[in-house]
């Protein structure tokens, strides 16, 4: 059986003085994978928990969105193609 690919998105706000932004960070990830887990924060971490052990293809939790491959955009299957497994990159 295939593992199933994750990808989640967490998003950050970042203060300067009076101004403030939102940057977005993503990393695809695949379930049951000891290495992942090493590499995510806690955020993270609970949501991909929830995904692995509820079997749900989306959740948001906090400021993280996770969502399964049998949900990505053609855009996702780019990001995945361009990124790779495991490599945190900004959007």
């Known amino acids: 059986m295939d593992k199933k690919t994750i990808f989640l998105v967490t998003a950050d706000s ?3 003085g009076t101004a403030t932004r939102t ?6 990830v695949q379930e049951n994978n000891p290495d992942t887990r090493k590499i995510l924060n806690k955020t ?14 989306f959740i948001r939790f ?9 949900n990505f955009s053609m855009k996702d299957e ?8 495991n490599k945190r990159f900004e959007f």
């Open 78 to 85: 780019e990001l995945q193609s361009m990124h790779g497994l």
């Open 44 to 57: 993270e971490l609970e949501v991909l928990d929830l995904l692995e052990s509820e079997g749900a293809e």
């Open 23 to 28: 940057v977005f960070s993503g990393i695809f």
């Open 62 to 70: 906090g400021c993280v969105t996770g969502y399964t491959d049998s």
């Open 14 to 16: 970042l203060h300067d």
